[in-house]
Structure formats: C-alpha cells, structure tokens
C-alpha cells in the first residue's frame, strides 16, 4: 500500500527506527509535496519511487493522476540529498514505446543525475489489465539500452531471476560487484562502497 496515505504513522515508526538503529526505506508512488517530504527525510535511508509511466495521458487515463508532481517530488529527492531510486514497471501498449523510454532516460540525466538507478520491470497481467500480455524480455532490454546509450549508469531489469541485468556493475571496470538473482544476493564484491577489483567509489547505502 501506499505509506504516504498513512505519513503519520510511517513518520512516527521510520524515528522510531533510526532511534533504535535500524534503516528505513520507503517505496512511494511519489505523490507527496515538499515539506512533508523533507521531514520524512531526517528519518529514512533512501527511497524507492514507483514512477508509472513517463506520459500525461498514461497518468490521467490509467491511475486518474498526474505525472508532474511525481517529478516534482524526485527533484526534491536528490536536492535533499537522499539516495533514490526509480522503478518503471513497462506495460505492454501503454507505456513501452522507445519515445517514452528516451523521454524518461534523457529526463533523468538532465535533472536527476548520471547515478541515479532506473529499474525497468516485467509487468504481469492482473487485477484490472489482465488482458495484457507479459512484457516480453525483448522490449525490456531495448528500454534498458536506450537508457543505457543515454549515459545512465545504472540502469536494471527486475521480475526477469538469472538476467544479467539484475547485477550492479562497476562503471570503471564493468566487474559485477553485486551478484543478485531475484531478491537474493549471490555475490558482493564492494568494501565500503568500493569496487574490490579496481577501487571505484560505488554511489548507494553502505555499511558505515
């Protein structure tokens, strides 16, 4: 669900946290302005933004939303200096043209940052959009290399266990210093946020 529907409840338990130790992430369609968010800020590690689409008309017709608050609140994100990350779950016919792919990518680069990861996820039919098909692989490596040509450094597949996408890659060295299958960790080849073949200074959360 949506934690910025209960802020106050998720405020109270992130301080709670932190005060007792322990990192918080919060994943987040993004629809939040930006005084709650700088408070919620001073109590989490990083968070994870489910952007829905890179289009007006996908937003008002499929989530009866808007798209400009979202980017609103990413720009925020990375001025507040808090670690981010984009998800993309690509629907097949309403948000995975290659336009809206280089959109999304140029868009990131330009105001967010080079390091900033993007996930393009496999969508699976359910719910209200069972009439979809899965995303075929095919159309979620061509959106990782358009994000990829556009200097993104980070740029990954999800719901696809055993792609070579779902690793973190040194951009140095292009070893694979984080090994994942899934949502398991198979290899981490990091100290201190560094690579261990070459020593590049790897952008993220890391132990102290």
Not at 183 to 203: D, E, Y
Request: charged fraction near 25%; include cysteine; hydrophobic fraction near 40%.
């Amino acid at each position: 669900s949506e934690p910025v529907v209960f802020y106050e409840y998720m405020l109270d338990t992130a301080q709670a946290g932190r005060a007792a130790g322990v990192r918080n992430v919060v994943v987040t369609g993004g629809y939040i302005k930006t005084e709650p968010l700088k408070e919620l800020c001073r109590a989490v590690d990083a968070v994870k933004v489910d952007l829905k689409a890179f289009s007006e008309k996908f937003y008002k017709e499929v989530v009866n939303g808007e798209l400009k608050p979202v980017l609103q609140a990413l720009v925020a994100l990375r001025k507040l200096g808090m670690w981010t990350e984009i998800v993309y779950l690509v629907i097949p016919t309403l948000n995975d043209s290659d336009q809206e792919f280089s959109s999304l990518a140029r868009w990131v680069k330009t105001d967010l940052g080079l390091d900033v990861p993007v996930h393009f996820t496999r969508f699976h039919p359910q719910y209200l959009l069972k009439n979809l098909p899965v995303t075929p692989l095919k159309t979620l490596e061509r959106a990782k290399a358009i994000a990829d040509a556009e200097g993104l450094r980070y740029v990954y597949l999800g719901n696809v266990p055993g792609h070579p996408a779902e690793n973190t890659y040194c951009p140095k060295c292009r070893r694979a210093v984080i090994q994942r299958e899934g949502f398991f960790i198979r290899g981490l080849h990091l100290k201190r946020g560094r690579c261990q073949a070459c020593g590049q200074q790897i952008p993220g959360v890391w132990e102290s």
